[in-house]
T-cell receptor
Framework: GENVEQHPSTLSVQEGDSAVIKCTYS??????FPWYKQELGKGPQLIIDIRSNVGEKKDQRIAVTLNKTAKHFSLHITETQPEDSAVYFCAASGLSGAGSYQLTFGKGTKLSVIP | EAGVTQSPTHLIKTRGQQATLRCSPI?????VYWYQQALGLGLQFLLWYDEGEERNRGNFPPRFSGRQFPNYSSELNVNALELEDSALYLC?????????????FGEGSWLTVV
């Protein structure tokens, strides 16, 4: 099955700086890569996603890049703000043991934006 | 449109008891997923239901079980509760069950076992 590695586990940045979170995946057949943001005490919220036929996608201050050859994808947050502080999870959609596609999550990155 | 809703928000049980958690997916979604998130840890996959059938199961003991109803809502049952079952239980739903399925999470149910 799919295996997703996420780095770093914790990240502290000054307000206004950029933050980058990286993930690698193992299943070359994976074709969908979402990112979730989880604020304290809440469920994860989808913030951006990318499909394997696209190399980069942007949404205001957030961007995701995908390198299919190297099997890694990254989340970029520019001009960070205190409200960006949260845990971020990457995921990859690969074949599960049941023979269907299923999301496999990374272990998460705790981002702290220091005012 | 309502998102994924879960109940109860909080639940306190005694070791050895049973807990039942409920989930209503987004309208039109047929797949429901359950995840366990222990304090400070990642998302551990529990169960996946689609159109009333269990499609996949994570690495959890059989005392974790569930079902999906004809209206696609779902419940998660945890029998013989242990202290380490204390966690946030997240339900998610999706429309497309094959590759590229975006899943949407509820706010979770906090289970505390004492």
């Amino acid at each position: 099955g799919e295996n997703v590695e996420q780095h770093p586990s914790t990240l502290s940045v000054q307000e206004g700086d950029s933050a980058v979170i990286k993930c690698t995946y193992s299943d070359s057949a994976s074709n969908y890569f979402p990112w979730y943001k989880q604020e304290l005490g809440k469920g994860p919220q989808l913030i951006i996603d990318i499909r394997s036929n696209v190399g980069e996608k942007k949404d205001q201050r957030i961007a995701v890049t995908l390198n299919k050859t190297a099997k890694h994808f990254s989340l970029h947050i520019t001009e960070t703000q205190p409200e960006d502080s949260a845990v971020y999870f990457c995921a990859a959609s690969g074949l599960s043991g049941a023979g269907s596609y299923q999301l496999t999550f990374g272990k998460g990155t705790k981002l702290s934006v220091i005012p | 449109e309502a998102g994924v809703t879960q109940s109860p928000t909080h639940l306190i049980k005694t070791r050895g008891q049973q807990a039942t958690l409920r989930c209503s997916p987004i309208s039109g979604h047929t797949s429901v997923y359950w995840y366990q998130q222990a304090l400070g840890l990642g998302l551990q996959f529990l169960l996946w239901y689609d159109e009333g059938e269990e499609r996949n199961r994570g690495n959890f003991p059989p005392r974790f079980s569930g079902r999906q109803f004809p209206n696609y809502s779902s419940e998660l049952n945890v029998n013989a509760l242990e202290l380490e079952d204390s966690a946030l239980y997240l339900c998610a739903s999706s429309l497309v069950k094959f590759s590229g399925n975006t899943i949407y999470f509820g706010e979770g149910s906090w289970l505390t076992v004492v």
